[in-house]
Protein backbone atom coordinates (compact mmCIF):
# COMPACT_ATOMS: atom_id res chain seq x y z
CA UNK A 1 0.00 0.00 0.00
CA UNK A 2 2.12 3.03 -1.21
CA UNK A 3 2.17 6.59 1.19
CA UNK A 4 3.96 9.68 -1.25
CA UNK A 5 4.35 12.92 -0.82
CA UNK A 6 6.50 15.34 -2.29
CA UNK A 7 10.41 15.00 -2.24
CA UNK A 8 11.31 16.10 1.26
CA UNK A 9 8.30 18.36 1.79
CA UNK A 10 7.06 18.06 5.03
CA UNK A 11 3.33 17.44 3.85
CA UNK A 12 0.56 14.94 5.17
CA UNK A 13 1.42 11.60 3.69
CA UNK A 14 -1.45 10.24 1.85
CA UNK A 15 -2.18 6.78 4.20
CA UNK A 16 -5.28 4.32 3.11
CA UNK A 17 -6.69 2.95 6.05
CA UNK A 18 -5.67 -0.85 6.96
CA UNK A 19 -6.24 -3.70 9.14
CA UNK A 20 -3.32 -4.31 11.57
CA UNK A 21 -2.86 -7.65 9.69
CA UNK A 22 -2.74 -6.01 6.19
CA UNK A 23 0.92 -5.34 4.42
CA UNK A 24 1.53 -1.95 4.38
CA UNK A 25 4.88 -0.37 2.32
CA UNK A 26 5.65 3.57 2.09
CA UNK A 27 6.27 5.53 -0.60
CA UNK A 28 7.85 8.78 -0.36
CA UNK A 29 7.74 9.98 -4.08
CA UNK A 30 6.00 8.90 -6.93
CA UNK A 31 9.65 8.70 -8.65
CA UNK A 32 10.61 5.85 -6.61
CA UNK A 33 11.75 2.41 -7.82
CA UNK A 34 11.95 1.15 -3.40
CA UNK A 35 9.64 1.52 -0.72
CA UNK A 36 9.84 0.77 3.03
CA UNK A 37 7.93 -2.43 4.87
CA UNK A 38 6.21 -0.43 7.43
CA UNK A 39 4.77 -3.68 9.27
CA UNK A 40 6.06 -4.19 12.77
CA UNK A 41 8.52 -6.95 12.67
CA UNK A 42 8.59 -6.85 9.02
CA UNK A 43 7.15 -9.25 6.42
CA UNK A 44 7.84 -12.77 6.06
CA UNK A 45 8.63 -13.66 1.89
CA UNK A 46 5.44 -14.74 0.12
CA UNK A 47 3.44 -11.90 1.27
CA UNK A 48 0.95 -10.33 -1.53
CA UNK A 49 0.85 -6.42 -0.78
CA UNK A 50 -2.93 -5.01 -1.79
CA UNK A 51 -1.39 -3.77 -5.54
CA UNK A 52 -0.16 -7.36 -6.29
CA UNK A 53 3.58 -6.80 -5.09
CA UNK A 54 4.84 -10.47 -3.50
CA UNK A 55 7.62 -10.25 -1.88
CA UNK A 56 10.25 -12.89 -2.58
CA UNK A 57 12.45 -13.08 0.70
CA UNK A 58 11.49 -11.71 4.38
CA UNK A 59 11.60 -8.05 4.67
CA UNK A 60 12.21 -6.37 8.05
CA UNK A 61 10.53 -3.44 9.21
CA UNK A 62 11.46 -0.23 7.80
CA UNK A 63 14.07 -1.83 5.46
CA UNK A 64 13.50 -1.35 1.31
CA UNK A 65 11.43 -3.38 -1.13
CA UNK A 66 11.87 -3.23 -4.87
CA UNK A 67 9.00 -2.29 -6.34
CA UNK A 68 9.60 -2.82 -10.05
CA UNK A 69 13.07 -4.56 -11.34
CA UNK A 70 16.49 -3.08 -11.11
CA UNK A 71 19.16 -3.91 -13.17
CA UNK A 72 22.59 -4.21 -12.12
CA UNK A 73 23.77 -0.99 -12.30
CA UNK A 74 20.97 0.95 -12.52
CA UNK A 75 20.03 4.38 -9.79
CA UNK A 76 17.84 3.17 -7.01
CA UNK A 77 15.71 5.87 -5.85
CA UNK A 78 13.91 7.09 -2.54
CA UNK A 79 12.67 10.63 -1.98
CA UNK A 80 13.52 11.04 -5.44
CA UNK A 81 16.88 11.07 -5.28
CA UNK A 82 19.70 8.50 -6.45
CA UNK A 83 20.65 6.20 -3.16
CA UNK A 84 22.75 4.60 -4.83
CA UNK A 85 23.23 1.86 -7.77
CA UNK A 86 22.57 -1.82 -8.04
CA UNK A 87 25.35 -4.02 -7.94
CA UNK A 88 23.34 -6.91 -8.94
CA UNK A 89 20.08 -7.03 -10.79
CA UNK A 90 16.90 -6.90 -8.13
CA UNK A 91 13.60 -8.58 -8.97
CA UNK A 92 11.14 -6.83 -8.06
CA UNK A 93 9.44 -7.89 -4.23
CA UNK A 94 13.55 -8.16 -3.32
CA UNK A 95 14.96 -7.06 -0.11
CA UNK A 96 17.37 -3.90 -0.64
CA UNK A 97 19.70 -3.22 1.41
CA UNK A 98 23.59 -1.76 2.10
CA UNK A 99 25.32 -4.94 0.40
CA UNK A 100 23.29 -4.70 -2.61
CA UNK A 101 24.42 -0.67 -3.28
CA UNK A 102 26.93 1.33 -4.73
CA UNK A 103 26.86 5.34 -2.79
CA UNK A 104 27.21 7.38 -5.39
CA UNK A 105 29.69 9.74 -4.90
CA UNK A 106 29.55 13.27 -2.99
CA UNK A 107 27.28 16.35 -4.72
CA UNK A 108 30.19 18.97 -5.80
CA UNK A 109 30.17 22.32 -4.05
CA UNK A 110 30.25 24.67 -6.87
CA UNK A 111 27.90 25.68 -9.41
CA UNK A 112 24.99 25.34 -6.99
CA UNK A 113 21.38 26.51 -6.91
CA UNK A 114 21.70 29.53 -4.64
CA UNK A 115 18.44 30.72 -3.33
CA UNK A 116 16.13 29.21 -6.33
CA UNK A 117 13.83 27.61 -3.69
CA UNK A 118 12.48 30.72 -1.99
CA UNK A 119 8.39 30.01 -1.34
CA UNK A 120 5.89 32.64 -0.27
CA UNK A 121 6.57 33.80 3.08
CA UNK A 122 3.85 32.64 5.09
CA UNK A 123 1.68 34.65 7.70
CA UNK A 124 3.30 35.44 10.95
CA UNK A 125 1.99 33.48 13.95
CA UNK A 126 0.77 35.80 16.75
CA UNK A 127 0.15 36.00 19.99
CA UNK A 128 1.89 32.65 20.94
CA UNK A 129 3.69 33.21 24.50
CA UNK A 130 5.45 31.59 26.87
CA UNK A 131 6.69 31.85 30.45
CA UNK A 132 10.45 32.43 30.50
CA UNK A 133 13.30 34.25 32.76
CA UNK A 134 14.30 37.40 31.00
CA UNK A 135 18.48 37.96 31.29
CA UNK A 136 20.22 41.30 31.36
CA UNK A 137 22.07 40.82 27.98
CA UNK A 138 17.99 40.58 26.33
CA UNK A 139 18.16 36.86 25.84
CA UNK A 140 15.31 34.36 27.56
CA UNK A 141 15.70 31.12 29.72
CA UNK A 142 13.39 28.49 30.11
CA UNK A 143 14.85 27.12 33.28
CA UNK A 144 16.95 28.90 35.90
CA UNK A 145 20.27 27.13 36.24
CA UNK A 146 23.18 27.94 38.07
CA UNK A 147 26.56 26.67 35.90
CA UNK A 148 29.81 26.37 37.18
CA UNK A 149 32.20 26.77 34.49
CA UNK A 150 35.72 24.67 34.38
CA UNK A 151 38.85 26.19 32.76
CA UNK A 152 40.42 22.40 32.92
CA UNK A 153 39.28 19.03 33.43
CA UNK A 154 41.93 18.66 36.35
CA UNK A 155 39.06 20.56 38.27
CA UNK A 156 36.29 18.28 37.67
CA UNK A 157 36.43 16.08 40.19
CA UNK A 158 36.72 18.51 43.14
CA UNK A 159 33.40 20.51 41.29
CA UNK A 160 31.37 17.42 41.17
CA UNK A 161 31.98 17.02 44.88
CA UNK A 162 31.20 20.85 45.49
CA UNK A 163 28.10 20.66 43.40
CA UNK A 164 26.53 17.55 45.25
CA UNK A 165 26.95 19.56 48.56
CA UNK A 166 25.54 22.32 46.89
CA UNK A 167 22.48 20.64 45.38
CA UNK A 168 22.21 18.59 48.88
CA UNK A 169 22.99 21.87 50.95
CA UNK A 170 22.48 24.78 49.75
CA UNK A 171 19.85 24.49 46.54
CA UNK A 172 16.39 23.63 48.86
CA UNK A 173 16.78 26.99 50.62
CA UNK A 174 16.53 28.48 46.85
CA UNK A 175 13.00 26.94 45.44
CA UNK A 176 13.23 29.17 42.61
CA UNK A 177 16.62 27.70 41.40
CA UNK A 178 16.04 24.76 39.04
CA UNK A 179 19.42 23.32 38.97
CA UNK A 180 22.75 23.27 39.78
CA UNK A 181 25.26 21.87 37.00
CA UNK A 182 29.16 21.46 36.09
CA UNK A 183 30.30 21.96 32.90
CA UNK A 184 32.73 19.90 32.79
CA UNK A 185 35.01 19.10 29.52
CA UNK A 186 38.00 17.42 28.18
CA UNK A 187 39.97 20.64 27.36
CA UNK A 188 42.00 23.07 29.13
CA UNK A 189 45.64 21.82 29.21
CA UNK A 190 47.56 19.25 27.40
CA UNK A 191 46.76 21.10 23.97
CA UNK A 192 47.81 22.99 21.22
CA UNK A 193 46.40 26.27 22.44
CA UNK A 194 47.62 28.33 20.16
CA UNK A 195 46.69 26.36 16.69
CA UNK A 196 44.40 28.27 14.68
CA UNK A 197 41.89 25.73 15.21
CA UNK A 198 41.51 25.81 18.85
CA UNK A 199 39.64 28.86 18.45
CA UNK A 200 36.88 26.72 18.16
CA UNK A 201 36.59 24.43 21.93
CA UNK A 202 37.51 27.94 23.55
CA UNK A 203 34.98 30.09 21.52
CA UNK A 204 32.16 26.61 22.63
CA UNK A 205 33.01 26.92 26.67
CA UNK A 206 33.01 31.05 26.45
CA UNK A 207 29.27 30.76 25.14
CA UNK A 208 28.44 27.67 26.71
CA UNK A 209 28.96 30.05 30.14
CA UNK A 210 26.95 32.58 28.42
CA UNK A 211 23.56 30.05 27.48
CA UNK A 212 19.99 31.67 28.82
CA UNK A 213 19.52 29.46 30.59
CA UNK A 214 21.72 29.80 33.20
CA UNK A 215 20.78 33.81 33.69
CA UNK A 216 23.95 35.55 33.25
CA UNK A 217 25.39 34.14 36.29
CA UNK A 218 28.94 33.25 35.27
CA UNK A 219 30.96 31.61 38.02
CA UNK A 220 34.43 29.99 37.21
CA UNK A 221 36.70 27.17 38.57
CA UNK A 222 40.27 27.30 37.67
CA UNK A 223 43.40 25.14 38.82
CA UNK A 224 45.70 28.04 38.23
CA UNK A 225 48.56 26.29 35.68
CA UNK A 226 46.41 24.97 32.79
CA UNK A 227 46.65 26.73 29.20
CA UNK A 228 43.01 27.88 29.19
CA UNK A 229 43.61 30.51 32.05
CA UNK A 230 39.85 32.25 33.33
CA UNK A 231 40.77 35.53 31.49
CA UNK A 232 41.74 33.75 27.92
CA UNK A 233 38.32 31.68 28.46
CA UNK A 234 36.48 35.13 29.50
CA UNK A 235 38.56 38.14 28.41
CA UNK A 236 36.83 41.34 29.13
CA UNK A 237 33.95 42.24 27.24
CA UNK A 238 33.01 38.41 27.20
CA UNK A 239 30.17 38.28 29.61
CA UNK A 240 27.12 40.58 28.31
CA UNK A 241 25.79 43.75 31.20
CA UNK A 242 22.19 45.26 30.61
CA UNK A 243 23.73 48.82 30.72
CA UNK A 244 27.26 50.88 30.84
CA UNK A 245 28.23 50.25 33.92
CA UNK A 246 31.27 48.55 34.51
CA UNK A 247 31.51 45.01 34.35
CA UNK A 248 32.45 43.38 37.65
CA UNK A 249 35.24 41.57 37.54
CA UNK A 250 35.16 37.94 37.32
CA UNK A 251 34.08 35.35 39.85
CA UNK A 252 37.17 32.79 39.44
CA UNK A 253 37.74 30.50 42.36
CA UNK A 254 41.53 29.02 41.85
CA UNK A 255 42.08 25.74 43.44
CA UNK A 256 45.72 26.01 43.72
CA UNK A 257 45.60 29.69 45.57
CA UNK A 258 47.61 29.97 48.81
CA UNK A 259 44.54 30.46 50.89
CA UNK A 260 43.21 26.88 50.00
CA UNK A 261 44.96 24.85 52.57
CA UNK A 262 43.18 21.32 51.80
CA UNK A 263 40.31 20.05 50.07
CA UNK A 264 37.53 20.94 51.76
CA UNK A 265 38.71 24.71 52.11
CA UNK A 266 38.03 24.63 48.15
CA UNK A 267 34.64 23.04 48.33
CA UNK A 268 33.83 25.88 51.12
CA UNK A 269 35.25 28.32 48.27
CA UNK A 270 32.72 26.81 45.74
CA UNK A 271 29.74 27.15 48.07
CA UNK A 272 30.08 30.06 49.21
CA UNK A 273 30.44 31.75 45.45
CA UNK A 274 27.50 29.25 44.62
CA UNK A 275 25.55 31.08 47.19
CA UNK A 276 25.95 34.70 46.56
CA UNK A 277 24.91 33.22 42.84
CA UNK A 278 22.29 31.35 43.87
CA UNK A 279 20.29 34.29 45.90
CA UNK A 280 20.46 36.07 42.40
CA UNK A 281 19.12 33.58 40.19
CA UNK A 282 16.31 32.93 43.25
CA UNK A 283 15.21 36.78 43.26
CA UNK A 284 14.37 35.76 39.57
CA UNK A 285 10.34 35.01 38.29
CA UNK A 286 9.11 33.86 35.14
CA UNK A 287 7.26 36.47 33.20
CA UNK A 288 4.55 36.12 29.97
CA UNK A 289 6.93 36.45 26.42
CA UNK A 290 6.35 35.80 23.48
CA UNK A 291 7.50 32.82 21.27
CA UNK A 292 9.18 34.87 19.44
CA UNK A 293 12.44 34.26 22.02
CA UNK A 294 12.60 30.50 21.65
CA UNK A 295 15.73 28.99 20.33
CA UNK A 296 15.18 25.34 19.45
CA UNK A 297 17.56 23.12 18.69
CA UNK A 298 16.55 20.31 16.49
CA UNK A 299 18.80 17.03 16.40
CA UNK A 300 18.47 13.04 15.48
CA UNK A 301 20.16 10.57 16.50
CA UNK A 302 19.78 6.50 16.30
CA UNK A 303 18.08 7.37 13.17
CA UNK A 304 15.96 4.80 11.29
CA UNK A 305 13.79 4.53 8.03
CA UNK A 306 11.32 5.71 9.39
CA UNK A 307 12.88 9.34 10.63
CA UNK A 308 12.02 10.36 7.30
CA UNK A 309 8.79 9.35 7.14
CA UNK A 310 7.20 10.64 10.62
CA UNK A 311 9.41 12.36 13.11
CA UNK A 312 11.79 14.63 11.13
CA UNK A 313 8.91 16.12 8.48
CA UNK A 314 6.56 16.54 11.76
CA UNK A 315 9.57 18.37 13.29
CA UNK A 316 10.34 19.91 9.83
CA UNK A 317 6.43 21.47 10.26
CA UNK A 318 7.02 22.93 13.52
CA UNK A 319 9.99 24.14 12.58
CA UNK A 320 7.97 26.12 10.28
CA UNK A 321 5.52 27.36 12.57
CA UNK A 322 8.40 28.48 15.04
CA UNK A 323 10.10 30.48 12.59
CA UNK A 324 6.36 31.88 11.82
CA UNK A 325 6.02 33.02 15.40
CA UNK A 326 9.55 34.58 15.09
CA UNK A 327 11.59 32.14 16.72
CA UNK A 328 15.09 30.87 16.00
CA UNK A 329 15.39 27.39 14.87
CA UNK A 330 18.90 26.26 14.72
CA UNK A 331 19.69 22.62 12.18
CA UNK A 332 23.06 21.04 12.12
CA UNK A 333 24.82 18.12 11.75
CA UNK A 334 26.47 18.78 8.67
CA UNK A 335 27.70 14.85 7.03
CA UNK A 336 24.32 14.05 7.86
CA UNK A 337 22.71 17.07 5.08
CA UNK A 338 26.02 17.24 3.40
CA UNK A 339 24.35 15.04 0.14
CA UNK A 340 21.27 17.65 0.49
CA UNK A 341 23.69 21.00 0.16
CA UNK A 342 21.82 21.52 -2.93
CA UNK A 343 18.35 21.81 -1.20
CA UNK A 344 19.80 24.14 1.42
CA UNK A 345 21.83 26.73 -0.81
CA UNK A 346 18.26 26.89 -2.95
CA UNK A 347 16.46 27.85 0.58
CA UNK A 348 19.55 30.45 1.55
CA UNK A 349 17.84 34.11 2.27
CA UNK A 350 20.95 35.69 0.56
CA UNK A 351 23.76 34.39 -1.73
CA UNK A 352 26.30 35.30 1.58
CA UNK A 353 24.25 32.90 3.41
CA UNK A 354 24.48 29.96 0.61
CA UNK A 355 28.14 30.48 0.33
CA UNK A 356 28.79 30.43 3.78
CA UNK A 357 27.31 27.18 3.87
CA UNK A 358 29.34 25.76 1.22
CA UNK A 359 32.56 27.40 2.86
CA UNK A 360 31.45 25.34 6.12
CA UNK A 361 30.82 22.29 4.18
CA UNK A 362 34.13 22.84 2.19
CA UNK A 363 35.49 22.85 5.98
CA UNK A 364 33.94 19.79 7.25
CA UNK A 365 35.09 17.65 3.78
CA UNK A 366 39.00 18.57 4.31
CA UNK A 367 38.71 18.02 8.17
CA UNK A 368 37.33 14.39 7.52
CA UNK A 369 39.74 13.92 4.65
CA UNK A 370 42.55 14.42 7.10
CA UNK A 371 41.36 11.18 8.80
CA UNK A 372 41.65 9.52 5.70
CA UNK A 373 37.77 9.03 5.88
CA UNK A 374 34.48 11.01 4.05
CA UNK A 375 31.06 11.32 4.88
CA UNK A 376 30.33 7.34 4.66
CA UNK A 377 31.47 7.01 8.11
CA UNK A 378 29.04 8.82 9.59
CA UNK A 379 26.15 5.64 9.39
CA UNK A 380 26.19 3.21 12.49
CA UNK A 381 25.21 -0.38 12.14
CA UNK A 382 21.66 0.95 14.30
CA UNK A 383 21.03 2.93 11.38
CA UNK A 384 21.40 0.48 8.60
CA UNK A 385 19.37 -2.28 10.68
CA UNK A 386 16.82 0.84 10.98
CA UNK A 387 16.60 0.39 7.16
CA UNK A 388 19.16 3.22 6.67
CA UNK A 389 21.43 1.80 3.40
CA UNK A 390 23.77 4.72 3.68
CA UNK A 391 24.61 8.09 4.45
CA UNK A 392 22.96 9.73 1.31
CA UNK A 393 19.05 7.84 2.64
CA UNK A 394 19.89 8.85 5.81
CA UNK A 395 20.64 12.76 4.73
CA UNK A 396 17.33 12.70 2.54
CA UNK A 397 15.22 11.89 6.05
CA UNK A 398 17.80 13.92 8.46
CA UNK A 399 17.49 17.09 6.09
CA UNK A 400 13.77 17.15 6.49
CA UNK A 401 14.18 18.60 10.31
CA UNK A 402 14.96 21.90 8.87
CA UNK A 403 11.33 22.09 7.14
CA UNK A 404 10.56 24.66 4.16
CA UNK A 405 11.42 27.86 5.69
CA UNK A 406 14.29 29.90 4.22
CA UNK A 407 17.86 29.83 6.01
CA UNK A 408 18.71 33.39 7.26
CA UNK A 409 22.34 32.26 8.74
CA UNK A 410 24.52 30.17 9.21
CA UNK A 411 27.23 29.36 12.37
CA UNK A 412 30.28 27.80 12.50
CA UNK A 413 31.41 25.41 15.48
CA UNK A 414 31.23 27.21 18.60
CA UNK A 415 29.58 30.27 17.63
CA UNK A 416 26.85 32.11 19.94
CA UNK A 417 23.14 33.29 17.58
CA UNK A 418 23.10 36.97 16.89
CA UNK A 419 20.18 36.73 14.05
CA UNK A 420 16.56 34.64 14.41
CA UNK A 421 14.80 32.57 12.29
CA UNK A 422 16.40 29.39 10.73
CA UNK A 423 19.83 28.92 11.17
CA UNK A 424 22.05 26.43 9.81
CA UNK A 425 24.61 25.42 12.84
CA UNK A 426 27.57 23.53 10.95
CA UNK A 427 28.22 20.81 13.86
CA UNK A 428 29.48 17.19 13.49
CA UNK A 429 26.58 14.72 13.68
CA UNK A 430 27.96 12.99 16.90
CA UNK A 431 24.59 13.71 19.49
CA UNK A 432 27.16 15.27 22.09
CA UNK A 433 29.24 17.29 20.27
CA UNK A 434 26.06 18.50 18.55
CA UNK A 435 24.07 19.16 21.70
CA UNK A 436 27.09 20.68 23.20
CA UNK A 437 27.65 23.12 20.11
CA UNK A 438 23.73 24.19 20.20
CA UNK A 439 24.26 24.72 23.71
CA UNK A 440 26.81 27.15 23.04
CA UNK A 441 25.09 28.71 20.32
CA UNK A 442 22.28 29.60 22.46
CA UNK A 443 19.44 27.21 22.69
CA UNK A 444 16.82 27.08 25.25
CA UNK A 445 15.03 24.16 24.35
CA UNK A 446 15.65 21.07 22.31
CA UNK A 447 13.80 18.50 19.79
CA UNK A 448 15.48 15.03 19.37
CA UNK A 449 14.22 12.81 17.35
CA UNK A 450 15.22 8.77 17.60
CA UNK A 451 14.30 5.73 15.96
CA UNK A 452 16.06 2.89 17.30
CA UNK A 453 15.84 4.23 20.80
CA UNK A 454 18.17 6.46 22.72
CA UNK A 455 17.84 7.84 26.61
CA UNK A 456 20.22 11.20 25.20
CA UNK A 457 19.17 14.39 27.52
CA UNK A 458 21.12 17.62 28.39
CA UNK A 459 21.45 19.27 31.93
CA UNK A 460 21.43 22.29 30.64
CA UNK A 461 18.39 22.93 28.44
CA UNK A 462 15.26 20.70 28.36
CA UNK A 463 14.48 17.89 25.23
CA UNK A 464 12.12 16.80 23.90
CA UNK A 465 12.01 13.41 22.59
CA UNK A 466 9.91 12.05 19.64
CA UNK A 467 9.85 8.45 18.73
CA UNK A 468 9.40 7.58 14.95
CA UNK A 469 8.09 4.48 15.53
CA UNK A 470 4.72 3.69 17.55
CA UNK A 471 6.45 0.30 18.56
CA UNK A 472 9.66 2.08 20.47
CA UNK A 473 7.34 4.75 21.93
CA UNK A 474 5.30 1.52 23.68
CA UNK A 475 8.34 -0.05 24.38
CA UNK A 476 10.09 3.36 25.43
CA UNK A 477 6.95 4.53 26.84
CA UNK A 478 8.58 6.86 29.52
CA UNK A 479 11.37 8.01 27.94
CA UNK A 480 9.68 9.47 24.96
CA UNK A 481 7.43 12.55 25.11
CA UNK A 482 6.07 12.30 21.84
CA UNK A 483 5.00 9.21 19.22
CA UNK A 484 5.40 10.17 15.96
CA UNK A 485 4.54 6.86 14.44
CA UNK A 486 1.27 7.67 14.40
CA UNK A 487 1.56 9.23 11.57
CA UNK A 488 2.72 5.53 9.67
CA UNK A 489 -0.51 4.49 11.44
CA UNK A 490 -2.73 6.69 9.99
CA UNK A 491 -3.79 8.52 13.14
CA UNK A 492 -2.57 11.84 12.50
CA UNK A 493 -1.23 14.29 9.92
CA UNK A 494 2.65 15.49 9.74
CA UNK A 495 0.41 18.91 10.52
CA UNK A 496 -1.30 17.90 13.05
CA UNK A 497 1.79 16.30 14.61
CA UNK A 498 3.79 19.38 13.84
CA UNK A 499 0.76 21.30 15.84
CA UNK A 500 1.07 19.68 18.78
CA UNK A 501 4.74 19.55 19.25
CA UNK A 502 4.53 23.62 18.91
CA UNK A 503 1.79 23.78 21.96
CA UNK A 504 4.14 21.46 23.60
CA UNK A 505 7.13 23.07 23.38
CA UNK A 506 5.32 25.70 24.88
CA UNK A 507 4.40 24.21 27.94
CA UNK A 508 7.93 22.66 28.42
CA UNK A 509 9.30 26.39 27.82
CA UNK A 510 7.11 27.42 30.73
CA UNK A 511 8.09 24.76 32.85
CA UNK A 512 4.70 23.43 33.26
CA UNK A 513 5.53 20.26 31.34
CA UNK A 514 9.08 18.12 32.69
CA UNK A 515 10.09 15.87 29.68
CA UNK A 516 11.12 12.43 30.65
CA UNK A 517 14.96 13.36 30.03
CA UNK A 518 13.87 15.97 32.87
CA UNK A 519 12.09 13.47 35.09
CA UNK A 520 14.63 11.21 35.49
CA UNK A 521 17.47 13.69 35.23
CA UNK A 522 19.39 11.72 32.05
CA UNK A 523 22.24 14.23 31.29
CA UNK A 524 24.86 13.37 28.37
CA UNK A 525 28.30 14.74 28.99
CA UNK A 526 28.90 17.72 27.54
CA UNK A 527 31.76 17.03 24.27
CA UNK A 528 33.93 19.56 23.09
CA UNK A 529 34.92 19.36 19.18
CA UNK A 530 38.42 20.10 19.22
CA UNK A 531 40.05 19.59 15.66
CA UNK A 532 43.31 21.32 17.19
CA UNK A 533 46.06 19.10 17.68
CA UNK A 534 47.00 17.69 21.50
CA UNK A 535 50.23 18.06 22.89
Request: proline share 8%; with cysteine.
Amino acid sequence: MPMAHPRLAPQPPTIMTSSPAQPLYITMHPQDNVAIVANDGGLPAGTVFPCGLTLIGHVPQGHKVALTPIAQGAPVRRYNVIIGYALQDLPAGSWVNEKLLRMPAARELDHLPIGTAQREPQPPLEGYTFEGYRNPDGSVGTRNILAITQTVQCVAGVTAFAVKRIKDELLPRFPHVDDVVALEHGYGCGVAIDAPEAIIPIRTLRHLSLNPNFGGEVMVVSLGCEKLQPERLLPPGAIPIADQREAPPLDVVCLQDDTHVGFMAMVASIMRQAETHLTRLNARRREIVPASELVVGVQCGGSDAFSGVTANPAVGFCADLLVRAGGTVMFSETTEVRDGVDQLTARAATPEVAQAMIREMAWYDAYLQRGSVDRSANTTPGNKKGGLSNIVEKAMGSIVKSGSSAISGVLAPGEKLQQKGLIYAATPASDFICGTLQLAAGMNLHIFTTGRGTPYGLAACPVVKVATRSDLARRWHDLMDVNAGRIADGEVTIEDLGWEMFHLLLEVASGRKKTWAEQWKLHNALVLFNPAPIT
